[in-house]
């Protein structure tokens, strides 16, 4: 199941790469670039999981967020950052096949806001990375 679980926990353990996880976070310090890309990506994960699931977690993420008990440690957010969560999941319809969702979250005014992910944003500077634990629902 491809829904999230009521507890979001980012953890800030240690690890070569994150992108090894099967489920991550980054987050990223709004730095101005010079350098920009033209093009927008259309990401299927809406389709693959269904938009009201999709929303659903969206929305649920964004609540999680905003209510501050996320991060397992204080970190120093500020206006502009953004916060990218990558899970993988397998569709119940296709056990096969995993399915990589990306929420992205930008901080503006004390609050998380959900953004769409652009991973050709060139104003992102790396800041800190992790892992997220137990993400999804059981079922």
């Known amino acids: 199941m491809c829904k999230v679980s009521g507890k979001l926990k980012l953890c800030t ?5 994150v992108e090894s996880l099967k489920h991550y976070w980054v987050l990223h310090k709004f730095h101005k670039s010079e350098f920009e890309i ?25 609540a999680m967020l905003n209510e501050g008990s996320c991060f397992d440690v204080e970190l120093q957010i500020d206006n502009k950052d953004i916060l990218e969560l990558h899970f993988s999941c397998t569709l119940k319809s ?7 969702l990306v929420y ?6 004390g609050k998380w806001r959900k953004t769409g992910f652009d ?21």
């Open 104 to 109: 992205e979250f930008e901080y503006k005014k």
């Open 13 to 17: 353990c240690k690890t070569q790469n």
């Open 38 to 62: 033209m093009g927008l990506p259309v990401l299927p994960q809406g389709f693959e999981i269904g938009h009201e699931t999709d929303k659903s977690n969206g929305d649920s993420l964004q």
């Open 119 to 139: 991973p050709f944003n060139t104003d992102k500077l790396q800041k800190d990375q992790g892992k997220i634990v137990n993400p999804f629902v059981k079922t």
């Open 94 to 100: 296709d056990n096969k096949n995993e399915v990589h």
